[in-house]
């Protein structure tokens, strides 16, 4: 299986290559060669699940290309391992970091600025037989509004930046990793999902404190935004989130893994809740909605030191009867 996941790696590396050199026009080529026939992408709205090549290239990669021109891709974190979720035997390579362009075009209504913009991502590919079948592919939407001079929510509890990559400057984990550490890695991030409303703790400073180190930081998504140390994540994300929404469901994830110090996972979606009122500075809603979220996590010692989060916030509001997009149009 190191076999598999080297050669993976090497797949995924080669890709990126291609498709950042690629044109617009020319997307739809790199990924013929690239995926397989059958091959399923999914993506933050409004681009959802797509099916094929074609579709991909032409519902999103071309759009992004011809509106960030001069795209660079500025990668933070790159790992692979087998996916937890199947047994451990399915090989998953995730890469994290920054799209940097100049935003020439309007993107989905938003208009541009002619500046530099950073697109936040990241994602998950499925390998099988030498050929990507599958793909999770997020970005920061919302992120990208704020740059352009737009401000779609009334109230963002933590800081909006440009989020940087690890502290340690090691995430690009493109050698092969020490299998035990990844399984360490692996091993905390379950103990901390296994401790999220457990029950058997007295505050969330005592949850906290057992996977987190008190310094944490947490990189949460625009709409949210990024907060530094246990007391000011809750402050600023947990407490919020836990007071303000009801009915909270977990769904489950469609890939976990880890490789070296770091490890993450995505679901579609992996959580369903019914907001009660006041979350992000809304109003209540009766309708029960989706996050679909990705979580990007680095292991320092035996805790949590950075958590990286994107959540699908254009389909969560939408599914609230709050379309962010179609607004810009309005």
């Not at 099916?51 to 999103?60: H, I, N, P, R, S």
């Not at 509106?67 to 390579?93: C, H, K, Q, Y």
């Not at 907060?227 to 989130?241: L, V």
């Not at 009122?277 to 109003?283: E, K, R």
Request: glycine letters at 8%; one cysteine or more; proline letters at 5%.
């Amino acid at each position: 299986m190191s076999t598999d996941i080297s050669h993976a790696k090497h797949l995924i590396r080669s890709y990126f290559a291609d498709l950042d050199n690629a044109s617009a026009q020319n997307s739809a080529s790199v990924l013929r060669r690239y995926v397989s026939e059958d091959y399923h992408w999914r993506g933050m709205h409004p681009f959802n699940e797509l099916y094929g090549a074609e579709a991909v290239a032409d519902t999103f990669l071309a759009p992004l290309k011809t509106s960030l021109t001069s795209l660079v891709r500025r990668p933070d974190i790159f790992f692979a391992s087998t996916n937890e979720m199947d047994g451990f035997s399915s090989v998953w390579v995730a890469s994290m970091g920054h799209f940097m362009g100049l935003f020439d075009s309007p993107f989905l209504g938003i208009a541009p600025t002619n500046k530099i913009v950073m697109l936040r991502y990241a994602e998950f590919h499925r390998i099988e037989q030498g050929k990507i079948c599958e793909t999770a592919f997020f970005c920061d939407i919302l992120h990208l509004m704020l740059q352009a001079g737009l401000t779609p929510l009334p109230e963002q509890t933590g800081a909006h930046l440009v989020q940087p990559g690890p502290l340690t400057h090691d995430g690009l984990l493109y050698a092969q990793q020490d299998d035990k550490t990844g399984k360490d890695t692996l091993a905390l991030i379950n103990r901390m999902i296994s401790d999220i409303n457990s029950g058997q703790f007295s505050s969330p400073q005592e949850e906290l404190s057992m996977c987190w180190h008190d310094d944490m930081i947490w990189w949460g998504p625009a709409g949210i935004g990024a907060t530094f140390t246990i007391d000011r994540y809750i402050e600023q994300h947990q407490r919020p989130f836990r007071t303000k929404n009801e009915s909270r469901k977990f769904n489950g994830h469609v890939c976990r893994m880890a490789e070296g110090h770091y490890g993450g996972f995505f679901g579609w979606p992996n959580l369903s809740l019914v907001p009660s009122g006041g979350y992000l500075g809304l109003p209540p809603s009766e309708q029960r909605s989706d996050m679909r979220v990705v979580d990007i996590y680095r292991r320092d010692g035996d805790k949590i030191a950075e958590n990286w989060v994107f959540i699908d916030m254009l389909h969560f509001l939408k599914m609230q009867g709050i379309d962010v997009l179609s607004s810009l149009n309005s």
